[in-house]
Nanobody
Framework: QVQLVESGGGLVQAGGSLRLSCAAS????????MGWFRQAPGKEREFVAA????????YYADSVKGRFTISRDNAKNTVYLQMNSLKPEDTAVYYC???????????????WGQGTQVTVSS
């Protein structure tokens, strides 16, 4: 089993920044593709960003492209989501996800964290 724990969420004003972290344990982290998803109140869970196991390839939803950056540090078994120029519509619970093999930009990940709340005030 792979355990994922998100942290770094909180309350921030529009235009501000946050960095989310996802710490993984239980198996070899470097062999997993990682993704970030989010779910706003009354909305379905949506894809935000993903990164390949090597870190060479990244993918972003159009809504966050140019503002968010996903990265990983395999030595620390951690994936990050740097969020800049935050907007109120970014308010959601953010979930970290992992799957072995190729990166995916839809909801087929094997392991999920508990989520961390991000609230952006206007």
């Amino acid at each position: 089993q792979v355990q994922l724990v998100e942290s770094g969420g909180g309350l921030v004003q529009a235009g501000g920044s946050l960095r989310l972290s996802c710490a993984a344990s239980g198996r070899t982290f470097s062999s997993y593709a990682m993704g970030w998803f989010r779910q706003a109140p009354g909305k379905e869970r949506e894809f935000v960003a993903a990164i390949s196991w090597s870190g060479d390839s990244t993918y972003y939803a159009d809504s966050v492209k140019g503002r968010f950056t996903i990265s990983r540090d395999n030595a620390k078994n951690t994936v990050y989501l740097q969020m800049n120029s935050l907007k109120p519509e970014d308010t959601a619970v953010y979930y970290c996800a992992a799957r072995p093999g190729v990166v995916a930009t839809y909801n087929i990940y094997n392991y999920w964290g508990q989520g961390t709340q991000v609230t952006v005030s206007s």
